[in-house]
């Protein structure tokens, strides 16, 4: 059973900055897709980032050049570092895995507020 844990929410000031870590088990995930997700409230869920198992990423505009995903596959992990926070980044932030078509987990989700 797949199962993502993710970790490093919180409080955080505009122009500072928070990691998100989520760790994943139930299976090796290193030939998946792996990202970020958001969702803020009355709002639907947006692509934040995602991560391919070769290291390809691709961003959402609206965070590119201020946030960076990464992986260790060594550890089933996904990271996101977020840099130069903005209070609109306020959102429930959740891990994906892609598997293929009609396979995609989700973690329970993290809160990030970042205070103006």
């Known amino acids: 059973q797949v199962q993502l844990v993710e970790s490093g929410g919180g409080l955080g000031q505009a122009g500072g900055s928070l990691r998100l870590s989520c760790a994943a088990s139930g299976r090796d995930f290193m030939l998946s897709v792996m990202g970020w997700y958001r969702q803020a409230p009355g709002k639907q869920r947006d692509l934040v980032a995602v991560i391919g198992s070769g290291g390809g990423t691709n961003y959402a505009d609206s965070v590119k050049g201020r946030f960076t995903i990464s992986r260790d596959n060594a550890k089933n992990t996904v990271y996101l570092q977020m840099n130069s926070l903005k209070p609109e980044d306020t959102a429930l932030y959740y891990c994906?895995?892609?598997?293929?078509?009609?396979?995609?987990?989700w973690g329970q989700g993290t809160q990030v507020t970042v205070s103006s």
């Open positions: 994906n895995v892609h598997l293929g078509p009609g396979r995609d987990h």
